[in-house]
Structure formats: structure tokens, C-alpha cells
């Protein structure tokens, strides 16, 4: 399977705007690998990682970046954080964490041999959003398989 990544410094974000998300496309699916959040400021966060079963308003499309040189292109599209109408939240996937009040503070969560899946449909997500309080900035990358 080919793997690609995208990152960003991603906007405030919100309980209900992710901050970063990856949608599967009309033919293809993806299993996330991997998802790095750190803090840009000093004052503390708290994310949470979920289903998305609608696009809502998606943020700038990222560049996802080949692992393999030579593959194919990304059918699966990231975003940055999304603007005015949320998408709808599915399951919550449980992963969840307190990011320190220090920049750099962060969290990476792997997601084993099998990879977290994201099944083919373009209103099917999965998106880091602020748990509770005040959103903030943070560097956010996510990696995946195809």
C-alpha cells in the first residue's frame, strides 16, 4: 500500500471544527498510521480524535506528500481546520489527550498493524477536534496508507 502524509500549522479549530481532518475519496479508502499534535503556545489544550460522517466546511485542501517517489498520486484529500459549518461527528474513537502549556508539548498516536480505517465515501472522515474549552493553533500531521 502506498503511504502519504500531510501536515500544517492548523487555525484555532473548535469542539465541533476539526483542526485537521483526512476525508477518503469516491473510490478509495485509508488506514491512518499515524497522527502528531503539538502545542504552539503555553497554554494548555485538550484534542480528541473522531469519526466524520459529513464534510461540513473543509479547510484548504493540504499537499499530501508521496512516501514512494515514484507511486501514484493520493486519492485521500487533508484538510486544515475547518471554517462555519461542522461536519458531523461520528464515533469517538476514544484517543484522547491533554496537551502540556509549553510549545512543543505533544501527543503522536500510532494506530498498530492494521491502521485506522477510514472507509471509501467522500463525506467520510476522520478529524482531530478540541475536546473541550478554547481551541488553539497547533503543528498537526497526519500519515496514511492507501
Not at 15 to 28: F, G, K, M, R, W
Not at 36 to 48: E, I, Q, R
Not at 83 to 98: E, F, I, N, Q, V
Amino acid at each position: 500500500m502506498p503511504r502519504f502524509s500531510a501536515g500544517v500549522k492548523t487555525s484555532a479549530g473548535s469542539t465541533t471544527l476539526p483542526l485537521i481532518s483526512l476525508y477518503a475519496s469516491a473510490s478509495v479508502g485509508g488506514k491512518i498510521r499515524e497522527i502528531g499534535l503539538f502545542n504552539t503556545t503555553a497554554t494548555a489544550v485538550d484534542v480528541k480524535l473522531t469519526r466524520l460522517t459529513t464534510a461540513g466546511t473543509q479547510g484548504t485542501g493540504l499537499t499530501e506528500a508521496e512516501h514512494d517517489p515514484d507511486g501514484a498520486g493520493a486519492s485521500c484529500t487533508a484538510f486544515t481546520t475547518h471554517s462555519s459549518t461542522p461536519p458531523t461527528a461520528g464515533d469517538d474513537l476514544g484517543y484522547r489527550a491533554s496537551l502540556g502549556a509549553a510549545i512543543g508539548a505533544g501527543v503522536i498516536w500510532t494506530f498498530g498493524d492494521t491502521g485506522l480505517r477510514i472507509p471509501v465515501g467522500t463525506a467520510n472522515g476522520i478529524g482531530v477536534l478540541i475536546e473541550n474549552g478554547t481551541g488553539q493553533a497547533l503543528q498537526a500531521y497526519i500519515a496514511w496508507d492507501e
